[in-house]
């Protein structure tokens, strides 16, 4: 939906506000200059509080509202939100229904969807999402429970084009307080009180009791642990993209150069180059089991990962001193 553009709402100046409006806009000055942005908008506090401070803090601001169709009156609550957002001065408000599967469970099929619908609508624009701190200490205990190395509890980053999140450093709670402060009463979406959701549970029960055991300040932990994992991350991708170039050997990889090579370079070597040969959902499991192919040679077959295709499999193999990735029918 659209309509007459509005002057951006005046914002009172609480340490709410303020401090949603800083973190926006030293998100825009680093990332987005230009402020020609999309708003992701659930209704929810985090979003609400979001494109308050985007249409005060960067330039031409459109709203896009998701519909999942999940709930009974769920297209009242999107447009609301739509409505709300042309009332913050948002230059267009747009509502989007989705279709959500049942594929790997609820959370991950309306993730799917959510994030499609967002890619195919923003016109080569960033997408603000409205990811708090605390949705990144939960983030990092997910990950910390898939026990797939350092990658998987860095968590999110401020800017993994096309998605920015410019609230990574803000407190739940303080963007609950600028809706409070502007006069705004945030949806509250069911599903983040069921207990049936693996994140609802962190979010009600883990977190708070790892802030009572130790003393608190464990979700700022989290996600300072987060970033400083994601640094660190940077540079040893940029060092494993030269071994990769290094190693390279047409479309196969070197076995004697990954060989030598210190296994964390080796094992970031290998992710790049499965991803980029068409291999999907990798875990740290096929990563072991690729690697042993040229850390543990015992003459074992070939390792097969996901991103095959119908009738066939992406498999990498051991073949004549150099690691390879083909396709071939399942047995």
Known sequence: ??????????????????????????????????????????????????TAAAVVEAGAVDAIVIDHQLQAGSDVVAADAAAAA????????????????????????????????????RDGRPVLLGHTLDDQAETVLLGLARGSGGRSIQGMGEWTQPWGRPLLGVRRAVTRQLCADVDVSPYEDPHN????????????????????????????????????????????????????????????????????????????????????????ALTGKHLRAVDELITDWRGQGGVAVGGGRAGSRLVAAREHGRLTLRRERPA
């Open 1 to 50: 939906m659209g309509g007459p553009v509005a002057e951006p709402r005046r914002l009172p100046e609480t340490a709410a506000v303020l401090a949603v409006r800083r973190a926006v806009r030293d998100w825009v000055a680093a990332y987005a200059p230009g402020g020609d942005l999309v708003v992701a908008l659930s209704g929810g506090a985090d979003s609400l509080a979001l």
């Open 193 to 280: 009180a069921s207990p049936e959701f693996t994140r609802v549970r962190l979010r009600t029960e883990v977190l708070p009791l790892l802030e009572e055991v130790l003393g608190g300040g464990v979700a700022a932990a989290l996600a300072r642990t987060a970033e400083q994992l994601r640094e660190d991350g940077a540079v040893l991708d940029a060092f494993a993209s030269e071994l990769l170039h290094t190693a390279s050997d047409g479309a196969a990889l070197s076995i004697e150069t990954l060989a030598t090579a210190p296994a964390a370079l080796r094992r970031r070597a290998i992710r790049a180059w499965l991803l980029a040969g068409g291999a999907k």
């Open 86 to 121: 042309l009332a913050f001065g948002c230059r267009s408000a747009r509502v989007i229904a989705v279709e959500v599967g049942g594929e790997g469970g609820l959370e991950a099929a309306a993730r799917r969807a959510r994030y499609a619908a967002l890619d195919q609508a």
